[in-house]
């Protein structure tokens, strides 16, 4: 019991910090779209990215167009509810090596604690979700759920990696 709750422990905290760099991943392409290094097309891009999410937790998970039908509305509210926090931590966490360094002792503890507080928001609002999902699909089902979504932020930080080792004409 112990091993089995520090397993999926450890687990949350990866999927935090995964959740984390995936917020960095995206302000910095909004910085990009800001700045008009990127293209007209991101948002299409970022609907095929979905779209690809979509497919490949479907595919691992193998929902049964019940489950299906009575899971994804819960998953969609879950993943709006992760992106209204990303926002609100990346505005209260956008500072750069500058601003940390002439930061006080007393400001770099508040931005530290109010760093501690989104996380723990970020783990309650999955154990919220981990306890709605476990009452639409049986628990290995959720489990496979929660590979998929680790599988899936692999490959697309596989992806990135990847296209910023390519040479500049190759990349579209």
Same mark, same amino acid.
Request: no cysteine.
């Given at each position: 019991?112990?091993?089995?709750?520090? +397993?999926? @422990?450890?687990? @949350?905290?990866?999927l935090i910090l995964a959740m984390l760099m995936h917020s960095n991943l995206l302000s910095a392409q909004q910085e990009q779209h800001k700045n008009g290094k990127? %293209?007209?097309? @991101? %948002? !299409?891009?970022h609907e095929k990215m979905e779209?690809? +999410? =979509?497919?490949? =937790?479907? *595919?691992?998970?193998?929902?049964?167009?019940?489950?299906?039908?009575?899971f994804w509305p819960i998953y969609n509210e879950c993943e709006a509810k992760k992106q209204e926090m990303r926002k609100a931590f990346k505005k209260s966490d956008n500072l750069s090596k500058d601003a940390i360094a002439k930061l006080t002792e007393k400001e770099a503890t508040q931005v530290l604690d109010n760093q501690l507080i989104e996380a723990q928001k970020l783990v309650d609002l999955r154990k919220e979700?981990?306890?709605?999902?476990? @009452?639409?699909?049986? !628990?290995?089902?959720?489990?496979?759920?929660?590979? !998929?979504e680790r599988e899936f932020q692999k490959m697309l930080i596989d992806k990135i990696r990847q296209h +910023? *080792?390519?040479p500049p004409e190759n990349k579209k």
């Open positions: 019991m112990k091993t089995t709750y520090a +397993k999926t @422990s450890v687990a @949350s905290l990866l990127q %293209g007209k097309n @991101s %948002g !299409a891009k779209a690809q +999410k =979509i497919a490949f =937790i479907t *595919q691992e998970v193998n929902f049964t167009p019940e489950e299906a039908k009575v979700y981990h306890t709605k999902f476990k @009452s639409v699909l049986p !628990a290995v089902k959720v489990l496979k759920l929660y590979d !998929a +910023k *080792q390519m």
